[in-house]
């Protein structure tokens, strides 16, 4: 059987992943059972991206763990390309930073790239500095501690990230950043000085406070491309290597491919109506037969249908209830309109929580936010 093709860099994502490739491809860590051992022992609990392998891979989360049992706080540290309006996809990692925030006790600094943004996308500056205020919004409504966490906008923060940029900058050759990135002689000169950029948090904290601070950047694998160049910089620089844990890309509603904001049917933003949450769900991809008589006797097929993948990437966190979904899916009892329904409900229901808490959020926003 042929293999099937797939793409994954920081800005495209094609066809269907396989995680296990991309481990080798990319040389990260498979995250072990022993791992998870190590890290219930300090939450208590584990959280069900853990459990289900959302979170998947690492590089260095035992060292971090190590430097943490001897007394050593870290700070978290992730992002977000303010493109548009944030999707469900893109609160999949925030809501495990904020677990992981609650449990460690530690800080955030929240990156949003308005300038990548603007240099990778048909976006005026102004357009993607607009985007990093709204989706900061959805940031603190996925419950980050707001006297622990630190949002800024590469454009109003530039001052305080310029100087250490240059710093970095200086340690990268353009062969390096071509290999990693695949830069061509087409790419704007913007985009090449940019891996700088995001490497800097990684290290400013422990420019803030004069001393090294471990930094974990919870993240989907696509960001991997960037920790591979602030890692080989960092010791270089005198600092930490930044460490990593990686998670799965929350699938779209059509089938195959990840949810994506460039097609808006096959995403739920945080800013969607009732009816729009209703009309897309009902619209969605499952893995059943074509006709319910069908589906009750063949039953269908849970891993390539998008309404299962739903709950199992945020809709049921419960496994035994999720294991029952799973089971009327495949034995056939469980029929489309039903299976739809049921989902359309619980994601308005997310949404409409998410929304009380974004407008909340618009009092508080102003002290969170980092600007020179
Ligand atoms: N480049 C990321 C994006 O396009 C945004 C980002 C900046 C980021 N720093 C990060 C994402 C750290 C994860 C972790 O979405």
Request: aromatic share 12%; glycine share 6%; with cysteine.
């Amino acid at each position: 059987m042929p293999k099937e093709k797939f793409k994954v860099t920081p800005w495209e994502v094609k066809g269907k992943v396989d995680y296990n490739i991309l481990i080798r491809k990319f040389g990260t860590q498979k995250i072990s059972d022993d791992l998870l051992e190590r890290i219930k022992k300090h939450t208590g609990e584990l959280h069900f991206m853990l459990r289900r392998g959302i979170f998947f891979s690492h590089r260095d989360l035992d060292w971090l763990l190590d430097k943490y049992e001897t007394g050593e706080e870290f700070f978290l540290y992730t992002g977000r390309g303010p493109s548009g309006h944030t999707h469900l996809g893109h609160l999949t990692p925030w809501i495990f930073t904020a677990w992981l925030q609650e449990k460690f006790d530690v800080h955030l600094y929240f990156q949003m790239t308005d300038d990548e943004k603007h240099l990778v996308k048909p976006l005026s500056l102004e357009q993607t500095t607009g985007f990093a205020y709204d989706n900061a919004l959805d940031v603190l409504a996925c419950g980050m501690d707001p006297k622990k966490t630190h949002i800024f906008s590469n454009i109003e923060y530039g001052k305080t990230i310029y100087k250490e940029a240059v710093k970095i900058a200086k340690h990268v050759t353009f062969s390096t950043a071509k290999a990693v990135f695949g830069f061509k002689n087409s790419s704007n000169i913007g985009i090449i000085f940019f891996p700088a950029i995001q490497a800097v948090p990684c290290f400013l904290p422990s420019v803030l406070e004069g001393k090294n601070i471990p930094c974990l950047i919870p993240a989907a694998i696509d960001q991997d491309p960037y920790w591979r160049i602030s890692r080989d910089i960092a010791p270089k620089m005198g600092y930490y290597k930044p460490t990593q844990i990686h998670n799965k890309f929350i699938p779209g509603l059509k089938p195959g491919g990840k949810m994506s904001a460039s097609d808006p049917s096959s995403a739920i933003f945080t800013t969607d109506t009732p009816e729009q949450i209703e009309k897309k769900i009902m619209n969605a991809f499952t893995g059943q037969q074509p006709t319910a008589e069908l589906q009750r006797k063949l039953g269908g097929n849970p891993d390539i249908c998008t309404v299962c993948q739903y709950y199992f990437y945020l809709f049921e966190q419960d496994d035994k209830k999720l294991e029952k979904i799973f089971e009327g899916e495949r034995t056939g009892t469980l029929l489309a309109g039903e299976h739809k329904a049921d989902l359309a409900k619980r994601v308005k229901d997310f949404i409409a929580e998410h929304q009380r808490r974004r407008e909340k959020a618009k009092k508080i926003i102003d002290k969170v936010m980092l600007r020179d």
